[in-house]
């Protein structure tokens, strides 16, 4: 998922690198990544899941996973 996130992108991601602020992920990048994840490891989550501020950094998309 990471490879795909950072894709055509020469900044280094950390797990704390805001995903939004760097433009690397935007509304429609954020519904790919839970259809990935759904696809991927079946996992889905619920609405609020969606929200932008949810999906800030690979260390919060983790921390929601987790939960």
Do not use: K, W
């Not at 996130?5 to 954020?30: C, V």
């Not at 991927?40 to 999906?55: I, K, W």
Request: glycine letters at 2%; proline letters at 3%.
């Amino acid at each position: 998922m990471l490879e795909t996130i950072q894709a055509g992108s020469s900044l280094r991601l950390e797990d704390d690198t805001s995903l939004l602020d760097a433009g690397i992920i935007d509304s429609y990048t954020i519904l790919q990544i839970h259809r990935f994840l759904a696809e991927s490891f079946h996992v889905t989550a619920p609405p609020d899941d969606y929200r932008l501020e949810n999906c800030q950094s690979i260390a919060n998309l983790v921390e929601r996973l987790s939960a």
